[in-house]
């Protein structure tokens, strides 16, 4: 017999105020904050019965601790689903939630799954990246891979080497307009609807509530930028201001085939038109979504031109400036990343992909003559992930591009 593949769309998406490592929630446990956001779903979506959730699948890079024992399924009992409710871990670096969103919606769109929660959470504060972990010594002693490309940084500043044209001055301008875009959208109260109140405990500082993101430098300046240290190479141009930090939070989002999402009275925000995942040298690990992106829009039978959004993860500067130089977009284009990046709110690794989509849906909202819009992000080890959506409300207008 054959399927008749179901459009698959993004209903709603929310997340934790991003922390610092070691900062409001350096005593919080990481599937806690996972936890509030399922929860929170269901409280956003009441006409959704929780025994209709089919799958939960939830993203961490290190899964061991309290982001360990198969979360997804563990997270889902901790927030009272059915028992009915499956639930599954996933690991991608970070994509993982992205991965954790396009592995779900695959089995919405071939009828195995109608209502899947799917996400991410990473505690940088109580598990680094690459805690525990033990390489196979013939990753370096055969030299598949680079030992520099097992520090992301190391890797940022070999896509300065590669690309001389992306200076440090290009891509401190660049950290300069994230804090200042992610300040303004703030102001204009476009974050704070997928922002979840999370309750924090210090025992030095009793119970408090986090509520916005911590990692926020608003009053970052070129000067302020121009004097920090290039910890990854000697004179080199990566530093903790053009990059993401090391942070903490959690996101989830719920998808749903078309038409359960309105048989159930859910409002989509947006539609999967196509997802792809590229290999690259994990030596240049920013450069991933060139090859991703150039997949995902052949499979849509889509160029660069009929974007008319982009969310850009900002591991890097430079990796962001990459793939905007490789479609010839201008650094500054009203159509990148215009409410902030992580530069500004952070990067909890797996859990960063759904935050894109915040902000994608957030562009769609905004304005209805955008029609198709990208999610992308690079990978560590050399990968790339992206996805096409569609804006759902969009009003049939041609949105005219300028490079």
Same mark, same amino acid.
């Given at each position: ?29 990481? =599937? ?21 959730? =089919? ?10 601790? =309290? ?17 009915? #409710? ?14 954790? #969103? ?11 799954? =109608? ?144 038409? #359960? ?92 992909? #759904? ?49």
């Amino acid at each position: 017999m054959s399927r008749q593949l179901r459009d698959v769309v993004f209903v709603d998406g929310v997340r934790t105020p991003f922390g610092r490592s070691k900062g409001q929630y350096a005593e919080t446990r990481a =599937d806690d904050l996972v936890i509030k956001c399922m929860r929170e779903l269901l409280r956003r979506n009441p006409s959704l019965p929780p025994e209709r959730i =089919d799958e939960v699948a939830i993203a961490a890079t290190t899964q061991i601790g =309290d982001q360990g024992l198969t979360l997804g399924r563990t997270a889902g009992i901790l927030a009272g689903l059915p028992t009915t #409710v499956p639930g599954f871990a996933i690991d991608r670096m970070c994509a993982g939630a992205l991965t954790a #969103v396009t592995t779900t919606a695959g089995g919405i769109a071939f009828g195995s799954y =109608d209502v899947v929660i799917a996400g991410g959470v990473e505690h940088m504060g109580r598990h680094p990246m690459g805690e525990g972990v033990d390489p196979n010594p013939r990753i370096i002693s055969e030299k598949l891979v680079d030992p520099e490309a097992l520090a992301m940084g190391n890797t940022a500043e070999n896509l300065h080497d590669r690309y001389p044209a992306i200076t440090k001055e290009r891509a401190d301008a660049f950290a300069v307009r994230s804090q200042q875009k992610a300040a303004a959208a703030y102001e204009a109260g476009i974050i704070q609807p997928d922002l979840v109140p999370i309750a924090t405990r210090s025992a030095e500082d009793g119970w408090g509530l986090a509520t916005t993101d911590e990692p926020m430098r608003p009053q970052t300046t070129m000067e302020s930028l121009g004097a920090l240290k290039t910890p990854f190479r000697s004179h080199g141009r990566v530093t903790a201001g053009n990059a993401a930090g090391i942070n903490d939070g959690a996101t989830a989002a719920l998808l749903a085939a078309e038409p #359960v999402a309105r048989e159930l009275g859910l409002e989509p925000k947006m539609r999967l038109v196509s997802f792809s995942y590229a290999g690259i040298e994990a030596e240049f690990m920013g450069a991933g979504p060139i090859p991703s992106t150039e997949k995902a829009l052949a499979q849509a039978g889509l160029t660069i031109d009929d974007i008319d959004a982009f969310e850009i993860n900002e591991a890097f500067a430079v990796q962001v400036l990459s793939l905007l130089d490789h479609y010839g977009i201008a650094d500054d284009d009203a159509r990148v990343n215009p409410f902030g990046g992580a530069i500004a709110f952070g990067h909890p690794l797996a859990s960063s992909g #759904v935050r894109l989509m915040n902000q994608l849906a957030a562009q769609f909202k905004q304005d209805p003559a955008k029609r198709y819009g990208i999610t992308t992000m690079c990978v560590g080890l050399g990968q790339g992930a992206t996805v096409v959506w569609e804006n759902v409300n969009w009003n049939g207008e041609k949105k005219e591009n300028a490079k």
